[in-house]
């Protein structure tokens, strides 16, 4: 066995695929949850709380790498400052951080919080990786299933995804914390571009569900600007995963005959 890795949000859907990557790499794995969790061969469960910094500076001790996974819908910024100043007293080695694609190009809340906490690491003088990744598949399905619920599709024009499988993400992300600090990385998307419609359809085939007719919407505001605009998208000198939504349907769905 090589040195600690601390990994943040490592009970998560990223965490869950990550995890193992890193054991099977050689590495002791401490994981940070809010909940107390049996240990594991080879990982170790500590408890604490990033929001309320409570437990942190006893998660890093030790530990010559973090991996930050650890997100929500808010409060990422405040949850990030805690992590980082206990990895600076604790002299930690290298953090890693996964970030959201467009965080710096689309005015929302939940993306500002984004850029707040990838400058809070790029500020923190803790060498670091951030990495910043496409909305996974596994968003982009409960996202589906929501929207095909309703009688009529919204389809908001304009607004394109590049979905990622979030198992391609892990493997990077082990990659990029076993390596060397190398600041902020080419972003990592999806191989193919969908709007609304085209993410449905898929998913309704192999659920066995009828179509549903689409119903053309304007996103407004600033926000939707940047949409129409690609904002969100990285077109050019992304890393490119290979898995596709329709690939990654297939297999959770439990079907493979999907239409081409």
Do not use: C
């Amino acid at each position: 066995m090589t040195s600690t890795i601390l990994v943040t949000g490592g009970t998560g859907t990223l965490g869950g695929h990550v995890v193992p990557l890193l054991r099977a790499a050689g590495h002791e794995v401490r994981v940070l949850s809010r909940r107390e969790r049996a240990p594991e061969p080879g990982v170790e469960y500590v408890t604490g709380d990033l929001m309320k910094d409570e437990g942190v500076e006893a998660a890093v001790a030790g530990a010559a790498t973090i991996l930050h996974l650890a997100g929500g819908p808010k409060g990422d910024e405040v949850a990030t400052r805690s992590l980082v100043r206990a990895a600076a007293r604790a002299g930690t080695g290298h953090l890693v951080y996964i970030s959201v694609v467009g965080a710096d190009r689309v005015p929302l809340a939940w993306l500002r919080m984004k850029l707040a906490a990838e400058r809070t690491v790029a500020d923190s003088g803790i060498p670091f990786t951030t990495l910043r990744a496409a909305q996974f598949h596994d968003l982009a399905l409960k996202m589906v299933r929501q929207m095909t619920r309703l009688p009529v599709l919204p389809s908001p024009g304009g607004l394109r995804l590049q979905p990622v499988d979030s198992a391609e993400v892990a493997a990077r992300l082990a990659e990029l914390t076993l390596g060397t600090p190398s600041g902020p990385v080419p972003d990592m998307t999806g191989p193919r571009l969908y709007d609304l419609p085209a993410l449905a359809r898929p998913y309704l085939h192999l659920s066995g569900r009828r179509t549903r007719p689409s119903l053309p919407v304007r996103i407004p505001g600033k926000a939707g600007r940047a949409y129409r605009a690609g904002a969100n998208l990285t077109l050019e000198g992304a890393e490119v995963g290979k898995r596709t939504w329709e690939e990654f349907l297939a297999e959770r769905l439990g079907r493979d005959d999907l239409p081409e």
